[in-house]
Nanobody, 123 residues
């Protein structure tokens, strides 16, 4: 199993980024997928999830109306479009196939997520 996140970087407040997660080694098209993040000095926080067919999406309150999760099952890729980024969005962002990531993000092990991509929102 491999998950490779990309697309992070330095952006000014109000800016946008699009994160990608390339998945391999499991049947991506049947997997419930999620994004987590870890801010400096804090624990893992659930950000967003998407059903295997993309029919339903879920967001933590702080990112609703700013972030959009999506997936391309033909390309085995998960996305997170992040708009109107704020300083509090600064974190290392991970994708995961862990089905309990939404309710128990802190139990997402290293084997269940990628290496992460760093998003820094700053002037």
């Amino acid at each position: 199993v491999q998950l490779v996140e990309s697309g992070g970087g330095l952006v000014q407040p109000g800016g946008s980024l699009r994160l990608s997660c390339a998945a391999s080694g499991f049947t991506f098209s049947t997997a419930y997928m999620s994004w987590l993040r870890q801010a400096p000095g804090k624990g893992l926080e659930w950000v967003s999830s998407i059903e295997s067919d993309g029919s339903q999406t879920y967001y933590t309150d702080s990112v609703k109306d700013r972030f959009t999760i999506s997936r391309d099952n033909a390309m085995n890729t998960l996305y997170l479009q992040m708009n109107n980024l704020q300083s509090e969005d600064t974190a290392l962002y991970y994708c995961t196939f862990y089905s309990l990531a939404r309710v128990l993000p802190e139990t997402t092990t290293l084997a269940m997520r990628g290496q992460g991509t760093l998003v820094t929102v700053s002037t």
